[in-house]
């Protein structure tokens, strides 16, 4: 084909519906314009001779703190650390301060990433028992990813914890809701549970039945409202296999870190800094959820980014904030799992874009397509590396898995044809957009 585009992906590894291809891809005005083998000219070539070119990573899940929590991260530097670790939109939660729960407070949001922002985006709006009726009309502003649920208390202040409240929320719109499924009322009851300066005994008190229960409880109130639901960080096999039956109207996400860490091992090490909502369980729990993630129930993996500072985890436990960074090493993590056997390509590619795509009705991302936007991640399969601090991008400054040797790293995250990051350096500026979907389209 010959031609004129704006940017030419050449001699890659191009990962298609259908599978991979060795194939050149053309772009024009940010979407994807033709692929094939192109002796075109184009203001730009990237060659990626040895290299994987996937569809733009889509984080569902992370906290970048702005407004009102700056001091642990913002939305450039959160940002600038998911195009670092190859993510080319996210979807942003509405814990602040204050809470993203008003159209003031998203158009607010919208305002702060246009342009600072280094990856594309979308935020949530945050359901309360004071805004349930008005959530209707929220959900549907552009820009807005859906409602989320906060059934069990974490950083911040959202919470609707029981039944009526819960229905109020389901009965109001029709996007499907994002779910923080954890029961409120029995981790109040296992609050003794806590040791002081233990935080192995977090997941003692944050029990499995604090989430089975709840996830038992949306379950029901979502299909007695004809509601779709997501639920999001499982972290038991039990709830797995308990989704299975209900994937006409529940779709779920893990997490990198609880495939990854195990409890026995995670807490000695790491502290406080190991401690997150849901917690890290145990082995056995891990070994679970890559058990169901083998029978493809998980839709999405989300990095639940959730940074606090190194001197708010350095109080003794209880004291201290749960969450941990995880956006820049999404991708990362995964493809060592990949490396060792545990998924696929299609499989991580299903959990990382086209997942996002098709239960949240993306437009025009998700997949490389002609039409599609010119969205890439790509990778250097066989590249050994390791995790520095000073690689990591978020403000917080750390991370569980800072000294971790791993097989297969981002080299280049194009967002609608722009090159944001090439071989660890950033472009000159940030060019996010907000993402669109279907729901709010017409």
């Known amino acids: 084909m010959t031609g004129s585009f704006d940017l030419i992906i050449k001699n890659g590894t191009v ?14 005005g ?37 407004p009102g929590l700056e001091h642990k991260e913002d939305l450039e530097s959160g940002s600038r650390a998911a195009v670092m670790g190859g993510v080319t939109a996210v979807f942003e939660m509405p814990n602040t301060k204050p809470n993203t729960d008003t159209a003031e407070r998203v158009a607010d949001k919208l305002a702060r990433a246009h342009h600072r922002m280094w990856c594309d ?4 709006v945050g359901a309360t028992s004071a805004n349930a009726t008005m959530l209707a009309e929220l959900e549907r502003i552009p820009g807005t990813a859906g409602v989320k ?12 914890a029981d039944d009526g409240a819960l229905a109020r929320v389901l009965a109001s719109g029709k996007r499907r809701v994002a779910i923080h499924a954890e029961d409120e009322f029995r981790m109040n009851e296992r609050a003794g549970y806590r040791v002081t300066g233990d935080p192995s005994s977090h997941p003692v008190w944050r029990d499995d039945e604090s989430a089975m229960l709840a996830t038992k409880r949306i379950l029901k109130l979502a299909r007695a409202a004809k ?44 502290g406080t800094y190991a401690q997150m909502n849901p917690p890290i369980r145990s082995g056995a729990h891990r070994d679970g959820l890559w058990n169901w993630l083998a029978q493809g129930v998980p839709d999405v993996i989300g990095s639940d980014h959730a940074p606090h500072t ?36 299609q499989r991580l590619i299903d959990l990382t874009s086209a997942g996002a795509q098709r239960i949240f009705g993306l437009v025009g991302k998700g997949r490389i397509a ?14 050994k590396w390791t995790v520095t601090e000073d690689w990591l991008q978020s ?12 097989a297969g790293k981002p080299i280049g995250t194009v967002i609608r044809g722009n090159r944001v990051m090439w071989e660890d350096t950033l472009a000159d500026s940030a060019i996010g957009e907000p993402v669109r979907f279907e729901a709010t389209e017409f």
Not at 149 to 160: E, K, N, P, Y
Not at 370 to 383: E, H, N, R, S
């Open 15 to 28: 990962y298609l519906p259908g599978g991979p291809v060795a194939a050149d891809i053309g772009v024009i």
């Open 30 to 66: 940010g979407k994807i314009a033709a692929i094939g083998a192109f002796a075109a000219d184009a203001g730009e070539v990237i060659d990626c001779t040895g290299l994987h070119v996937l569809p733009g990573v889509i984080d569902s899940q992370v906290h970048f703190r702005e």
């Open 121 to 124: 985006h979308a935020f949530y």
């Open 149 to 160: 649920i906060f059934m069990g208390a974490s950083t911040g202040d959202l919470l609707v």
């Open 227 to 270: 509601r779709r639901i997501h639920i999001l960080h499982i972290t038991t096999p039990a709830e797995l296999e308990l989704i299975a039956q209900h994937k006409d109207i529940a779709t779920c996400e893990l997490t990198p870190q609880h495939l990854t860490l195990a409890g026995e091992e995670a807490y000695p090490r790491l």
């Open 310 to 345: 190194i001197e708010e985890k350095a109080k003794t436990y209880p004291d201290t904030p749960s969450g941990m960074p995880g956006v820049q090493t999404l991708l990362p993590l995964l493809l060592d799992h990949m490396h060792h056997g545990r998924l696929s390509m």
């Open 370 to 383: 002609a039409g599609y936007d010119a969205d890439f991640t790509i990778v250097d399969l066989k590249k």
């Open 395 to 406: 403000r917080c400054g750390w991370s569980p898995f800072t000294g971790m040797e791993l």
